[in-house]
């Protein structure tokens, strides 16, 4: 589907009658093919729409540097176009960024925001640190998880990556999400160099309405590697959850 001059591919799953979806979008350099598996997952709850976002996954680049409020506003208008609203939109790292600024932006159009090892660490917003980071969680991720990243990388190529970059680098993701008026939950592998626990309870923290979930013994793809346990803390936290009540933290098997 075309947007505002970029090109988005949706992946959908539906269910008659269904009365919640599912909003999934994938990190900078990947597709919808690592979000696959929690897709798989959460479709037997409701419908649910994975995005593959311009220039990623072998879509069309645009012939500017989108940035993430660009992305952000073209998404509301595609989600606007397949009759979403109150939707449980799901990011992970990047797209936890573009989930967060459509939500900012589209109020209405946020039933919950889940953020799945969010970026980036107020505390370390450098090419060097994210690129220490990613280097140290490569080395712990299973061999599949780091075969689909990497072939995703390739599709995406290092032109549109480094023009991605400077903007996950520069977005000011905690301040977004404390404008957020939806539920915001995080959520990470408990073993994630990327997206830290220190970091992952200042972005909790930073919500009107925030908490988190850690996975242990996984790592930053945990939407992949953990998808059930991934899966069953959002099910857990949905809008009208008694898990809303004040347990700030929380941790699943």
């Not at 936890?96 to 505390?123: F, H, K, N, Y």
């Not at 061999?143 to 995406?156: G, I, S």
């Not at 400077?166 to 592998?189: D, K, T």
Request: charged fraction near 20%.
């Amino acid at each position: 589907m075309r947007i505002a001059q970029m090109s988005f591919r949706i992946r959908s799953s539906t269910r008659a009658a269904s009365s919640r979806t599912f909003v999934l979008i994938h990190g900078i350099g990947t597709s919808h093919r690592y979000m696959a598996r929690l897709h798989d997952q959460l479709a037997t709850q409701g419908d649910v729409h994975s995005i593959d976002l311009p220039g990623f996954g072998g879509m069309p680049k645009p012939t500017w540097s989108a940035t993430v409020s660009d992305i952000a506003r073209a998404l509301g208008e595609l989600l606007t176009e397949l009759e979403v609203a109150h939707a449980i939109l799901v990011g992970h790292s990047m797209g936890s960024q573009w989930v967060v600024e459509l939500a900012a932006r589209r109020p209405e159009l946020a039933g919950m925001v889940v953020l799945i090892g969010p970026v980036t660490d107020d505390e370390h917003r450098s090419v060097r640190a994210q690129s220490a980071a990613l280097i140290r969680d490569i080395l712990g991720e299973p061999f599949d998880a780091n075969l689909l990243v990497f072939a995703d990388y390739l599709r995406c190529g290092p032109v549109w990556y480094s023009k991605q970059l400077p903007h996950m680098l520069a977005y000011p993701i905690e301040r977004r999400v404390a404008a957020l008026s939806a539920p915001v939950l995080v959520v990470r592998g408990g073993s994630d160099p990327v997206a830290g626990v220190s970091w992952c309870r200042r972005l909790r923290d930073s919500a009107q309405n925030g908490r988190l979930v850690a996975v242990p013994s996984h790592r930053h793809v945990v939407q992949f590697t953990a998808a059930p346990a991934v899966a069953s803390a959002i099910q857990a936290h949905l809008p009208g959850s008694e898990l809303w009540q004040p347990r700030p933290e929380l941790r699943v098997p």
